[in-house]
């Protein structure tokens, strides 16, 4: 007897309450490659010796948050939209898959940009506590302050679940092929997600950089005036290698990143009855 598919809802819980759980792994990372990101000269030591190894964990809170709003929707709405598009019957063309985690990625980036914001001020050094970084935001920016860096979060989010879901579900079908695992295996899931952290890190690197820039603007301040000034100004003065600063941090976090998250998923699907991606 086949197993259903999970609805929205059951979907979209399941994916948040993984991604809640991973990000304490996987944020020590994004730490270290967003501080590589806004400071050119950033050492690692340097920043545990003066700010202490607990500062590894800054805006982890804001973090809990972001995964729950974001990657709620990034991941748990994937399958849904994309047997929506394609029905469950017969294989689904990559570029549907594709669309499918770009527009739950989209989506998901619109809920999440304001705990987004927050998270990349106190990864990059700001000290103050989430509640009062909120009301300082408040206060000097608005509600307009929460979604600074907003085109380039969801366009980086369209690149990055576009390129993770549909390079998963396509590197499960190849795996299962050359080694003869089945798609339900943990191994091949395993692997699958690994070469799915690779890929998106190619294709998103330039976008979570320039994102970074715009969401670490201060509070009182604006240093670029969108995706496009961003572009511009770090092309001029920096070259186009700025755009791959941190590269090997961002696949650091990424790759494990994308293989807990989709292997923790898979089996809480299959731990609580439903078919997996």
């Known amino acids: 007897m086949s197993k259903s598919k999970p609805g929205f809802l059951a979907s979209m819980g399941l994916a948040g309450g993984t991604a809640v759980i991973v990000v304490n792994a996987t944020h020590p990372i994004e730490v270290v490659k967003t501080r590589m990101q806004v400071n050119k000269g950033f050492s690692l030591g340097q920043m545990v010796k003066s700010e202490g190894l607990m500062s590894l964990y800054k805006g982890l809170q ?5 995964e729950a709003s974001y990657t709620s929707v990034k991941l748990g709405a994937y399958g849904p939209i994309r047997d929506a598009i394609c029905g469950t019957q ?9 669309l499918s985690g770009s527009m739950s990625g989209g989506i998901g980036s619109f809920f999440g ?27 000097e920016q608005g509600m307009k302050g929460f979604y600074r ?23 499960k079908s190849f795996v299962s092929r050359t080694t ?5 295996d943990p191994r091949c899931q395993f692997l699958s997600a690994g070469i799915a952290g690779f890929c998106m890190t190619c294709t998103v690197a330039p ?38 600063r941190g590269f090997l941090p961002i696949w650091g976090r990424f790759a494990p990143q994308a293989t807990l998250q989709l ?8 731990l609580t009855g439903f078919a997996a991606l």
């Open 90 to 98: 017969g294989p689904v063309p990559f570029h549907l898959k594709f």
């Open 62 to 66: 804001a973090a809990w948050l972001r």
């Open 180 to 184: 003869g695992f089945n798609r339900k």
């Open 207 to 244: 976008f979570d950089m320039m994102r970074t820039r715009l969401m670490n603007q201060p509070t009182d301040a604006k240093l670029y005036n969108g995706f496009a000034d961003c572009f511009t100004k770090v092309l001029k003065n920096e070259g186009p290698l700025a755009f791959y």
């Open 113 to 139: 940009n304001p705990f987004d914001v927050m998270k990349t001020m106190q990864m990059a050094g700001e000290k103050k506590s989430l509640p009062q970084l909120m009301a300082q935001m408040k206060r």
């Open 263 to 270: 292997l923790v998923f898979e089996q809480m699907l299959r």
């Open 149 to 171: 860096g907003i085109e380039a979060n969801i366009m980086r989010a369209i690149v990055l679940n576009g390129t993770k879901m549909a390079c998963y579900d396509e590197a």
